[in-house]
T-cell receptor, first 117, second 110 residues
């Protein structure tokens, strides 16, 4: 079955440590996204990528980094510069980032809950 | 700047008690409005896309409607399995990303 796989489901970070969240999709989608979700708040965009080897900052990119070396993969690194990393992280993908009518339908992974030790 | 406000924040209903969730938006040149359903500890699942005022979409007990300022998600005779958080999002013309509301947490008691 096609879909988006996020791992791990739960992740714990020690102070000063960088951690990487994995996101893999086999939907052949061009665009991929990372969102952060905090209780009582909407999804906030961290980074997005419309094509391999290219990505753009979202609304809350500080303290995070990404790479897009393969179409299928879009890992997110939460660096030690992110002082409040505890949140539910969601990866999503869509058919294209070119503005076509179909591109806004996002397919989400099951999320990673990151907590600080 | 695009803004999306959902109300109420939380809603409790008895099984079979119909109601509506509201999504008010401020956007310059709406390209699309989206409804998603999210179960606890899971990623959101797409429900509907609405593109123009007057448009309606239905799926089982859910019906989404759109005006120039807001969208409603009507739920008719809900069942406990309809309990979830419902998210609304918008995208404006020329944009590359959605703007999400904070969601409405719906609980249906048997």
């Amino acid at each position: 079955d096609g879909g988006i796989t996020q791992s791990p489901k739960y992740l714990f970070r020690k102070e000063g440590q960088n951690v990487t969240l994995s996101c893999e999709q086999n939907l052949n989608h061009d665009a991929m996204y990372w969102y952060r979700q905090d209780p009582g708040q909407g999804l906030r965009l961290i980074y997005y990528s419309q094509i391999v080897n290219d990505f753009q900052k979202g609304d809350i990119a500080e303290g995070y980094s990404v790479s897009r070396e393969k179409k299928e993969s879009f890992p997110l690194t939460v660096t030690s510069a992110q002082k409040n990393p505890t949140a539910f992280y969601l990866c999503a993908s869509s058919y294209t980032g070119q503005g076509a009518a179909t591109n806004e339908k996002l397919f989400f992974g099951s999320g990673t809950q990151l907590s600080v030790l | 700047e695009d803004q999306v406000t959902q109300s109420p924040e939380a809603l409790r209903l008895q099984e079979g008690e119909s109601s509506s969730l509201n999504c008010s938006y401020t956007v310059s040149g709406l390209r699309g409005l989206f409804w998603y359903r999210q179960d606890p500890g899971k990623g959101p699942e797409f429900l509907f896309t609405l593109y123009s005022a007057g448009e309606e979409k239905e799926k089982e007990r859910l019906k989404a409607t759109l005006t120039k300022k807001e969208s409603f998600l009507h739920i008719t005779a809900p069942k406990p399995e309809d309990s979830a958080t419902y998210l609304c999002a918008v995208i404006h013309q020329g944009a590359q990303k959605l703007v999400f509301g904070q969601g409405t947490r719906l609980t249906i008691n048997p």
